[in-house]
């Protein structure tokens, strides 16, 4: 295996790298003629490889970033916009779906495409970076609605832009008087640790408060470098947050998840998210049910600290926000209220306050 410098963009340099196998070619190439592919050399040094040297089946994050054929197969109820972005989408590259805080693309382009992505449809270098003209209209948006108190920076991914052009944006954010929080979407400090360099630290920094929520599905994607970068941001006084996507056969078993958040917790990033699979298109072979989501957040309650655990949410399709979706410990019973304990053992509690 020779070392992979440069992110891999096409079936070619997939084959060439020993990541997929020649003979799936074929059947890989309707996949990646419509969805977008990116790994990145970070990513690919840390797949598990077999005896041959080609990588291993069934790893954690082969999964998650080699095109796989079942993404061909398309299920009645998977959607081109399975969160309902456009049904909120007042100007290029801004959705305003909730009153107080307002998504902003100033990319679609990611360091990696992840095969489940919930944007697959939009995201990738042909819808591109935003120009100055519209980036000056979302600015003027946001001057003119003093309810909104953060602009969260998603794409595609901002991490992929320069310092230079991060500063500039932050720099606009910040002439606006009512937003106080700048929140920054983003897989680069584990996907391309590299990119976390002093200057796009710097360029961060401004007279309000920046958070960094990392997308993060499998303690795999924390290599030593990934953790380097993460702790030169939060040293750097910008908290990180964590959210992660529950992914069949990546993710979805206690142990996998409990370890992903300890790893997260112990490096002074907080699991913020756990969403339930998205309904893009070709990625039923990822969704599990919500009933098994419920049930592993049920299974994490009793054995994991509680700043180690995220809500698990659902973005309800057709733009109507996300929502907690885990399992209730609150039940209705004949003599008022009963609330179940870590352990599954129920508890009568008064159903109204006293006196
Ligand atoms: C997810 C999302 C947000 C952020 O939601 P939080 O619950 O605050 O994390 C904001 N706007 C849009 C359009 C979103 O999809
Ligand atoms: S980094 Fe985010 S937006 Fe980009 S492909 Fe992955 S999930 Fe989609």
Known sequence: MTHQRQTLRSLDDLIASGAVDAAQGHALKPVVERFQVAVTPAMLGLMARDESGSVAQGDALAAQFLPDPREAMVAAEELADPIGDEAHRPLPGLIHRYEDRVLLQPTHVCAVYCRF??????????????????LQAIYAYIAARPQIFEVILSGGDPLVLSARRLR??????????????????????AVDPARITPELVQALKWRGATYIVLHVNHAQELAPAALSASAMLVDAGIPMLAQSVLLKGINDDATTLETLFRTLIANRIKPYYLHHGD????????????????????NLRGRLTGIAQPAYVLDIPGGHGKVPIGPTYVHDCAHGLEIEDPDGARHSYPPKPQG
Do not use: W
């Open 168 to 189: 500039a944006i932050v720099a606009a954010i910040a002439a606006i008087d009512h937003v106080k929080v700048i929140r920054l979407h983003t897989r680069v400090p």
């Open 279 to 298: 309904l893009a298109q070709g990625t039923g072979h990822f969704r599990t049910s919500i009933a098994e989501g419920q049930s592993l957040m049920r």
């Open 117 to 134: 992505c919930f944007r697959r449809e939009t995201v990738g270098p042909e819808n591109g970076t935003l120009s100055d003209a519209q």
